[in-house]
Protein backbone atom coordinates (compact mmCIF):
# COMPACT_ATOMS: atom_id res chain seq x y z
CA UNK A 1 0.00 0.00 0.00
CA UNK A 2 1.04 3.50 -1.21
CA UNK A 3 1.63 6.24 1.31
CA UNK A 4 2.75 9.42 0.07
CA UNK A 5 2.12 12.54 1.67
CA UNK A 6 2.55 15.97 0.35
CA UNK A 7 5.50 18.17 1.83
CA UNK A 8 3.08 21.05 3.00
CA UNK A 9 1.65 18.78 5.90
CA UNK A 10 4.55 19.57 7.89
CA UNK A 11 3.85 23.50 7.74
CA UNK A 12 0.35 22.25 8.54
CA UNK A 13 1.27 20.62 11.67
CA UNK A 14 3.99 23.40 12.85
CA UNK A 15 1.56 25.87 12.66
CA UNK A 16 -0.95 23.96 15.05
CA UNK A 17 -2.18 25.99 18.23
CA UNK A 18 -5.13 25.42 21.12
CA UNK A 19 -6.25 22.40 22.86
CA UNK A 20 -8.06 20.34 19.41
CA UNK A 21 -7.13 20.02 15.87
CA UNK A 22 -8.28 18.23 13.44
CA UNK A 23 -7.56 18.32 9.61
CA UNK A 24 -8.70 15.82 6.98
CA UNK A 25 -5.64 14.22 4.72
CA UNK A 26 -6.25 13.26 1.36
CA UNK A 27 -3.73 10.77 0.45
CA UNK A 28 -1.51 11.62 -1.98
CA UNK A 29 -0.47 7.94 -3.01
CA UNK A 30 -3.22 6.50 -5.17
CA UNK A 31 -5.19 3.77 -2.78
CA UNK A 32 -8.05 5.97 -2.55
CA UNK A 33 -7.33 6.12 1.24
CA UNK A 34 -8.37 9.26 3.57
CA UNK A 35 -6.51 10.18 6.85
CA UNK A 36 -8.28 11.89 9.42
CA UNK A 37 -6.07 13.68 12.16
CA UNK A 38 -6.95 14.60 15.43
CA UNK A 39 -4.64 15.75 17.97
CA UNK A 40 -5.82 16.72 21.61
CA UNK A 41 -2.81 18.99 23.74
CA UNK A 42 -2.33 18.21 27.14
CA UNK A 43 -1.43 20.06 30.06
CA UNK A 44 2.06 18.73 30.14
CA UNK A 45 2.70 19.18 26.68
CA UNK A 46 2.28 16.38 25.35
CA UNK A 47 -0.45 15.40 22.57
CA UNK A 48 -2.93 12.68 21.82
CA UNK A 49 -3.00 11.67 17.93
CA UNK A 50 -6.18 9.99 16.84
CA UNK A 51 -6.02 8.84 13.58
CA UNK A 52 -8.14 7.35 11.44
CA UNK A 53 -8.01 5.79 7.90
CA UNK A 54 -11.27 5.35 5.76
CA UNK A 55 -11.83 4.19 2.08
CA UNK A 56 -13.31 6.72 -0.33
CA UNK A 57 -16.93 7.44 0.87
CA UNK A 58 -16.67 4.58 3.63
CA UNK A 59 -18.23 6.18 7.19
CA UNK A 60 -16.67 3.75 8.90
CA UNK A 61 -12.60 3.59 9.03
CA UNK A 62 -11.03 0.52 8.17
CA UNK A 63 -8.07 1.73 10.29
CA UNK A 64 -7.66 3.42 14.07
CA UNK A 65 -4.77 4.43 15.67
CA UNK A 66 -4.28 6.15 18.69
CA UNK A 67 -0.46 7.43 19.80
CA UNK A 68 0.66 9.86 22.45
CA UNK A 69 3.51 12.33 21.89
CA UNK A 70 5.48 13.74 24.48
CA UNK A 71 7.66 16.72 22.79
CA UNK A 72 5.30 19.02 21.53
CA UNK A 73 7.75 20.62 19.40
CA UNK A 74 8.73 17.53 17.40
CA UNK A 75 6.57 17.91 14.20
CA UNK A 76 7.98 15.65 12.31
CA UNK A 77 6.99 12.79 14.43
CA UNK A 78 3.96 13.22 14.23
CA UNK A 79 4.21 12.69 10.43
CA UNK A 80 6.31 9.57 11.36
CA UNK A 81 3.22 8.34 13.02
CA UNK A 82 0.96 8.85 9.79
CA UNK A 83 1.13 5.26 8.75
CA UNK A 84 -0.70 2.09 9.05
CA UNK A 85 1.09 -0.16 11.01
CA UNK A 86 -0.89 -3.29 9.68
CA UNK A 87 -2.78 -2.99 6.54
CA UNK A 88 -5.49 -5.33 7.29
CA UNK A 89 -7.47 -7.22 4.59
CA UNK A 90 -10.56 -9.85 5.41
CA UNK A 91 -11.60 -10.11 9.43
CA UNK A 92 -14.24 -13.36 10.35
CA UNK A 93 -15.32 -14.34 13.69
CA UNK A 94 -17.56 -17.13 13.92
CA UNK A 95 -18.96 -19.21 16.78
CA UNK A 96 -19.58 -22.93 16.95
CA UNK A 97 -19.98 -25.71 19.53
CA UNK A 98 -19.06 -23.51 21.96
CA UNK A 99 -15.52 -21.78 20.30
CA UNK A 100 -14.73 -18.72 18.92
CA UNK A 101 -12.91 -18.41 15.77
CA UNK A 102 -11.21 -15.75 14.97
CA UNK A 103 -9.50 -15.09 11.74
CA UNK A 104 -7.91 -12.22 9.62
CA UNK A 105 -5.19 -11.15 7.20
CA UNK A 106 -2.55 -8.59 7.23
CA UNK A 107 -1.81 -7.07 3.43
CA UNK A 108 1.44 -5.07 5.12
CA UNK A 109 2.53 -4.68 8.50
CA UNK A 110 5.05 -2.49 9.39
CA UNK A 111 6.86 -1.88 13.09
CA UNK A 112 4.05 -5.03 13.96
CA UNK A 113 5.10 -6.34 17.64
CA UNK A 114 1.41 -8.55 18.51
CA UNK A 115 -2.21 -8.99 17.50
CA UNK A 116 -4.92 -8.58 20.40
CA UNK A 117 -8.14 -9.97 19.48
CA UNK A 118 -10.78 -7.79 21.40
CA UNK A 119 -14.20 -8.94 22.01
CA UNK A 120 -17.69 -6.39 22.79
CA UNK A 121 -21.27 -7.29 23.29
CA UNK A 122 -22.62 -3.45 21.89
CA UNK A 123 -19.56 -2.43 19.71
CA UNK A 124 -18.48 0.51 22.36
CA UNK A 125 -16.69 -1.23 25.20
CA UNK A 126 -13.92 -3.91 24.44
CA UNK A 127 -12.25 -6.22 26.39
CA UNK A 128 -9.10 -8.36 25.47
CA UNK A 129 -9.93 -11.92 24.38
CA UNK A 130 -6.58 -12.95 22.98
CA UNK A 131 -3.15 -12.35 21.78
CA UNK A 132 -0.89 -13.80 18.54
CA UNK A 133 2.74 -12.23 18.07
CA UNK A 134 3.19 -10.96 14.49
CA UNK A 135 4.46 -13.49 11.84
CA UNK A 136 6.62 -10.58 9.94
CA UNK A 137 10.37 -10.51 9.61
CA UNK A 138 11.81 -7.95 12.31
CA UNK A 139 8.25 -5.80 12.50
CA UNK A 140 7.54 -5.40 8.86
CA UNK A 141 6.03 -7.47 5.53
CA UNK A 142 5.08 -6.67 2.40
CA UNK A 143 3.61 -9.54 1.87
CA UNK A 144 0.05 -10.64 3.49
CA UNK A 145 -0.06 -12.47 6.42
CA UNK A 146 -2.51 -14.95 7.54
CA UNK A 147 -3.44 -15.08 11.21
CA UNK A 148 -6.02 -17.43 13.65
CA UNK A 149 -6.99 -17.67 16.90
CA UNK A 150 -9.52 -19.86 18.85
CA UNK A 151 -11.09 -19.04 22.03
CA UNK A 152 -13.61 -20.86 24.39
CA UNK A 153 -16.83 -19.11 24.94
CA UNK A 154 -18.63 -18.81 28.09
CA UNK A 155 -20.32 -21.91 29.35
CA UNK A 156 -24.17 -21.96 30.29
CA UNK A 157 -24.02 -22.38 33.63
CA UNK A 158 -27.81 -22.66 33.72
CA UNK A 159 -28.78 -24.95 31.03
CA UNK A 160 -26.09 -27.29 33.13
CA UNK A 161 -28.38 -26.69 35.79
CA UNK A 162 -31.37 -27.43 34.14
CA UNK A 163 -30.57 -31.04 32.04
CA UNK A 164 -29.34 -32.05 35.72
CA UNK A 165 -32.85 -31.31 36.92
CA UNK A 166 -34.55 -32.93 33.95
CA UNK A 167 -32.46 -35.87 34.59
CA UNK A 168 -33.68 -36.01 38.13
CA UNK A 169 -37.30 -35.99 38.12
CA UNK A 170 -36.97 -39.22 35.78
CA UNK A 171 -35.10 -41.09 38.16
CA UNK A 172 -36.14 -42.76 41.71
CA UNK A 173 -32.95 -44.26 42.82
CA UNK A 174 -31.86 -41.85 45.75
CA UNK A 175 -28.78 -43.79 45.34
CA UNK A 176 -28.47 -42.47 41.50
CA UNK A 177 -29.76 -39.15 42.36
CA UNK A 178 -26.97 -38.20 44.60
CA UNK A 179 -24.75 -39.40 42.02
CA UNK A 180 -26.13 -37.27 39.58
CA UNK A 181 -26.20 -34.35 41.68
CA UNK A 182 -22.66 -34.66 42.15
CA UNK A 183 -21.44 -35.23 38.80
CA UNK A 184 -23.62 -32.13 38.02
CA UNK A 185 -21.56 -30.46 40.54
CA UNK A 186 -17.92 -31.29 39.29
CA UNK A 187 -18.89 -30.45 35.72
CA UNK A 188 -19.73 -27.08 36.38
CA UNK A 189 -16.82 -26.80 38.67
CA UNK A 190 -14.54 -28.09 36.05
CA UNK A 191 -16.00 -25.85 33.55
CA UNK A 192 -15.36 -23.07 35.39
CA UNK A 193 -11.66 -23.57 36.10
CA UNK A 194 -11.23 -23.61 32.21
CA UNK A 195 -13.44 -20.43 31.56
CA UNK A 196 -11.25 -18.68 33.76
CA UNK A 197 -8.09 -19.48 31.39
CA UNK A 198 -9.49 -19.16 28.28
CA UNK A 199 -12.79 -17.78 27.98
CA UNK A 200 -14.06 -15.18 24.94
CA UNK A 201 -14.88 -12.17 27.10
CA UNK A 202 -17.26 -12.17 30.21
CA UNK A 203 -20.53 -12.07 28.24
CA UNK A 204 -21.87 -12.68 24.76
CA UNK A 205 -19.22 -11.67 21.90
CA UNK A 206 -21.19 -9.94 19.46
CA UNK A 207 -18.47 -7.68 17.77
CA UNK A 208 -14.63 -8.73 17.10
CA UNK A 209 -11.46 -6.04 16.32
CA UNK A 210 -8.10 -6.96 15.77
CA UNK A 211 -5.72 -4.46 18.12
CA UNK A 212 -2.31 -4.11 16.21
CA UNK A 213 0.66 -3.45 18.89
CA UNK A 214 3.55 -1.52 17.68
CA UNK A 215 7.06 -1.36 18.85
CA UNK A 216 6.91 2.23 20.21
CA UNK A 217 3.89 1.37 22.29
CA UNK A 218 1.42 2.81 19.00
CA UNK A 219 -1.70 0.84 18.99
CA UNK A 220 -4.31 0.48 16.13
CA UNK A 221 -7.47 -1.22 15.22
CA UNK A 222 -8.77 -2.69 12.79
CA UNK A 223 -12.57 -2.26 11.46
CA UNK A 224 -14.90 -4.30 13.99
CA UNK A 225 -17.06 -6.82 12.37
CA UNK A 226 -20.17 -9.06 13.79
CA UNK A 227 -19.73 -12.73 15.25
CA UNK A 228 -21.74 -15.02 13.08
CA UNK A 229 -23.12 -17.76 15.47
CA UNK A 230 -23.62 -20.80 13.72
Same mark, same amino acid.
Given at each position: ?? $???????? #? $???? $??????? /?????? #? /? /?????????????? #????????????????????????????????????????????????????????????????????????????????????????? +?????? +??????????? %?? %?? =? +????????? %????? =???????????????? $??????????????? #??????????????? /???????????????
Amino acid at each position: MK $LRFLCFFI #G $LLAA $LTGTAQN /DTIPNA #G /D /DNLIWDLDITYAAN #GSKLLEIKVYDNEDSIPVYTKYVTIKDDNDEVAVLDYLRMGAAFGRIAATAANGRLMVSWQTVTEENSKEFVVEGSADGQQWEALGTIQ +SKSSNG +SSAESLEYGLQ %LK %LP =V +SFAAIGMGG %LLLLT =VTRSRRTKLLMIAAVV $LVVGACRKKDQMATA #GTGKTEYVRIAQHEK /DGAIGYSKAVKVTYN
